[in-house]
């Protein structure tokens, strides 16, 4: 299974993905874990991630390209992969295009606006594994605490109030087009483009599970 989880920002990308690639057998590639490593490795990339991140603008479109390509030439990525806020941009998705990176499906998780403010404000993270919790939707079983290795949770930086704003205006401008974008290509040549699905993001956790599975084999 080759998939994209499309969605805006706080729709729940990182929560399904680490259920659909358990299921599946494949790695998350998520380009924001992956400049979050390297924000915390402090490397040069991580440097310069920082400041535009903290922003609530989007990395280079040249930097994301060359980091998800090393990673797909890995050899875990051969049974499929699942990307989590990648593609974001138009050129993102063609470079993919280009490079014949063949896309099974891209489903879409639909969350309105409103409900997206409360649930980054609440979301705490375990930067490590990238597992994500939500103090009243998602809470871990000891407060503050990773299920799985007790260590302590952390509040992204970048979910403070101003800067989900602007996230949300980056994801209107740059990267909801990418719908239209894969839904004419679906038209023009159903056998090569990927499939086009959309989920309701609004429910339990689990129940969007079950859409988003329900979804992948229809
Ligand atoms: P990135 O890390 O990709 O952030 P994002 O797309 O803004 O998405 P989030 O991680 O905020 O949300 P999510 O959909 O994963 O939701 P989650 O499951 O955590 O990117 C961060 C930054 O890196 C970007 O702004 C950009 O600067 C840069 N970047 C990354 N990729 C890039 C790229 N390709 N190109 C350029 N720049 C790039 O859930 C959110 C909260 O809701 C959690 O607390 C969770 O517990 C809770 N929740 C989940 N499901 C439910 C539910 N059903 N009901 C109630 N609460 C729920
Ligand atoms: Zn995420």
Redesign the pocket.
């Known amino acids: 299974m080759r998939l994209i989880?499309l969605?805006?920002?706080?729709?729940?990308?990182?929560?399904?993905?680490a259920f659909l690639c358990q299921k599946y057998g494949i790695p998350q590639i998520?380009?924001?874990?992956?400049?979050?490593a390297a924000v915390k490795a402090g490397t040069p990339l991580g440097l310069a991630?920082k400041k535009?991140?903290d922003?609530?603008?989007?990395?280079?479109?040249d930097?994301?390209i060359g980091l998800?390509k090393e990673r797909l030439a890995q050899p875990d990525c051969a049974k499929g992969f699942l990307f989590?806020?990648?593609?974001?941009?138009i050129p993102?998705a063609e470079a993919m295009k280009n490079a014949g990176v063949k896309i099974d499906c891209v489903l879409e998780?639909d969350?309105p606006f409103e409900?997206?403010v409360?649930?980054?404000s609440?979301?705490?993270?375990h930067p490590a594994s990238g597992r994500?919790?939500?103090?009243?939707?998602?809470p871990p079983k000891v407060e503050g605490r990773d299920d799985e290795t007790g260590e302590p949770l952390i509040q992204?930086d970048?979910?403070r109030e101003e800067?989900v704003q602007k996230?949300l205006q980056?994801?209107a401008d740059q990267?909801r087009p990418l719908v239209e974008y894969y839904a004419s290509w679906a038209k023009a040549d159903p056998a090569q483009a990927p499939r086009v699905r959309k989920i309701d993001?609004?429910?339990?956790?689990e129940?969007?599970t079950a859409r988003a599975l329900k979804a992948l084999a229809s």
């Not at 609440?122 to 993270?125: A, H, P, T």
């Not at 994500?132 to 998602?138: G, I, L, P, Q």
């Open positions: 989880l969605g805006a920002p706080g729709a729940g990308k990182g929560t399904q993905a998520s380009t924001g874990d992956m400049l979050r991630a535009v991140m922003s609530g603008a989007l990395v280079s479109d930097i994301i998800v989590d806020g990648f593609p974001r941009t993102q998780i969350v409900a997206i409360e649930r980054m609440g979301r705490r993270s994500t919790y939500h103090v009243k939707f998602n992204r970048d979910d800067t996230r980056v994801y990267t993001g609004m429910g339990t956790v129940e969007i």
